[in-house]
């Protein structure tokens, strides 16, 4: 059975960091790409960042770069999103994601697993 399993949201003022971790088991973690998407209340969800098999592709949505780094640590089965200078619009539950395909995909559908997700706000 496959389990993404997010960790490290919480309440943060403006301009702090905070760094997510989602630990995959149930999968041969180092042939999926994994995302971050996030979903704000009344809003779709939408992604965030996007990072390939072996971590050597990366891709991040606008809005977050510059700010969010994703990184992956395949002996660890393990995704990490280091969001630094955060600000309110960034409040929203962050889910974590793995797709099989090869592809570094940026639409939800496309992700065949996903976690429960964490709640990050942001204070201003």
């Known amino acids: 059975q496959v389990q993404l399993v997010e960790s490290g949201g919480g309440l943060v003022q403006a301009g702090d960091s905070l760094r997510l971790s989602c630990a995959a088991s149930?999968?041969?973690?180092?042939?999926?790409?994994m995302g971050w998407f996030r979903q704000a209340p009344g809003r779709e969800r939408e992604f965030v960042a996007v990072?390939?098999?072996?971590?050597?592709?990366?891709n991040s949505a606008d809005s977050v770069k510059g700010r969010f780094t994703i990184s992956r640590d395949n002996t660890k089965n393990t995704v990490y999103l280091q969001m630094n200078s955060l600000k309110p619009e960034d409040t929203a539950v962050y889910y974590c994601?793995?797709?099989?395909?090869?592809?570094?995909?940026?639409?939800?559908?496309?992700?065949?697993?996903w976690g429960q997700g964490t709640q990050v706000t942001v204070s201003s």
């Open positions: 994601a793995a797709d099989r395909s090869f592809l570094t995909h940026i639409i939800p559908s496309a992700y065949d697993y």
């Open positions: 149930g999968l041969t973690f180092s042939t999926h790409t």
């Open positions: 990072i390939n098999r072996s971590g050597g592709v990366t």
